[in-house]
């Protein structure tokens, strides 16, 4: 799956929720030093933090909501039935584009 111009799409998804002002996301500075020690460290930009907030309290619409229980209720008696060839062409079709 290709993920292209992400800071600019949660700027945009940011601007549309009026939640923080648009800024450009700046990459971690690395430490230069002889002593330091190397670690893998991730620090996100106050959008990306303000984004996963959202994301994490984000509910959905009623509608939305009674989607995703009757779901799981047909998934809960096994009624569920997935077809499989039109999963596999949606996923194809997303990753071409």
């Known amino acids: 799956m290709k ?55 984000y509910q959905g619409t009623e509608k939305e909501q009674v989607k995703v229980q009757q779901l799981k209720e047909k998934i809960a008696r096994g009624e569920y039935d997935l077809d499989s060839k039109k999963l596999a062409a949606k996923m194809l079709a997303q990753d071409e584009s």
Not at 21 to 45: C, F, G, I, Q, T
């Open 3 to 57: 993920i292209n111009n992400l800071n600019s799409q949660i700027g945009k998804f940011l601007e549309k929720n009026n939640k923080v002002e648009p800024e450009k996301v700046k990459p971690a500075e690395k430490e230069h030093s002889a002593s330091a020690v190397s670690k893998d460290s991730v620090n996100l930009s106050p959008q990306m933090e303000k984004l996963e907030e959202m994301m994490a309290n």
